[in-house]
């Protein structure tokens, strides 16, 4: 358990690294993080498990996602007591391995449809070379990850959903869990 955790942490803060800001319209500069508006983090955290909702929809087949819950972190080098960032790493495992087929090119067709831009599609660098989509939402301000591992005992999707950069309400803090 503790390897996982271990595991799940270094690809979340290698993914919030390499999704924001990637192609969001209002980013400045490729080192700049773009703009979510202004929420608390509990507001932000339901907006983004809104995200991962509808992804899950997106999905398309039966199956169950993992019960993790969503996470705050710094936003770049902008103030840590007034910007922060949202992140949402799940798992979704299908009813029978076999549903996966094909579900990482339908998912590269039908996410534009729904305001998403693929902006990377292939395998990843790993030893099984898994079939990886990161795909930009402007409209929500929302980026994410998906990989589909296929070889092992149980064939998965994991999805790292992250948001852009907030700012706190004036008078608010940033809520850290």
């Known amino acids: 358990m ?14 919030l690294t390499t999704l924001t800001g990637c192609s969001m319209d209002d980013a400045k500069d490729s080192n700049s993080l ?71 090119g339908r998912l590269k067709e039908e996410l534009p449809k729904h305001g998403w831009k693929v902006v990377e599609y292939g395998p990843n660098t790993s030893k099984n070379k898994s079939m990886q989509l990161t795909a930009d939402n402007d409209k929500k301000r929302h980026s994410v990850k998906i990989t589909h591992f296929a070889k092992g005992k149980t064939p998965s999707l994991n999805l790292m959903v992250v948001s852009g950069c907030y700012q706190v309400p004036d008078g608010e803090k940033v809520d850290r869990f």
């Open 2 to 15: 503790k390897t996982r955790l271990g595991a799940l942490a270094l690809f979340g803060s290698i993914t």
């Open 34 to 104: 773009p703009s979510a508006g202004t929420s608390t983090s509990r507001e932000a955290v339901e907006t983004t498990k809104k995200v991962s909702s509808e992804l899950y929809d997106l999905i398309g087949i039966k199956g169950e996602a993992s019960n993790s819950g969503a996470g705050v972190t710094e936003c770049g080098s902008k103030d840590p007591d007034k910007y922060f960032q949202i992140f949402h790493p799940w798992s979704f495992t299908p009813a029978s391995a076999d549903q996966l087929d094909g579900v990482m």
